[in-house]
Nanobody, 128 residues
Framework: QVQLVESGGGLVQAGGSLRLSCAAS????????MGWFRQAPGMEREFVAA????????RYADSVKGRFSISRDNAKNTVYLQMNSLKPEDTAVYYC?????????????????????WGQGTQVTVSS
């Protein structure tokens, strides 16, 4: 079992920045691919970014490429999402997710259904 706790959400003006953190329990964090998803009111949950167990390979949704950056610190069991140049359309609840891959899968999954563990979410609101 893995428990995930997100933090760092809040209210920010358009053009501003936020950094989300996701702290994971357990001793095998480095064997998990990690992802960030978001869900805006009335919308389906969508993929934002993912990072492989090694931290070497990352993937991003087209809507956030060049503005968001995902990283991880395996020593701290934590994954981060740095969000720059925020837009009102980035407003959503952001969720952290974990998928056990071991070291045999170099690419992190991007499908919501592929992830096994989810955090409770943190609200990000971007005002215009």
């Amino acid at each position: 079992q893995v428990q995930l706790v997100e933090s760092g959400g809040g209210l920010v003006q358009a053009g501003g920045s936020l950094r989300l953190s996701c702290a994971a329990s357990g001793r095998t964090f480095s064997s998990y691919a990690m992802g960030w998803f978001r869900q805006a009111p009335g919308m389906e949950r969508e993929f934002v970014a993912a990072i492989a167990w090694s931290g070497v390979i990352t993937r991003y949704a087209d809507s956030v490429k060049g503005r968001f950056s995902i990283s991880r610190d395996n020593a701290k069991n934590t994954v981060y999402l740095q969000m720059n140049s925020l837009k009102p359309e980035d407003t959503a609840v952001y969720y952290c997710a974990a998928k056990w891959t071991g070291i045999g899968r170099p690419y992190p999954p991007t499908g919501e259904y592929e992830y096994d563990y989810w955090g409770q979410g943190t609200q990000v609101t971007v005002s215009s």
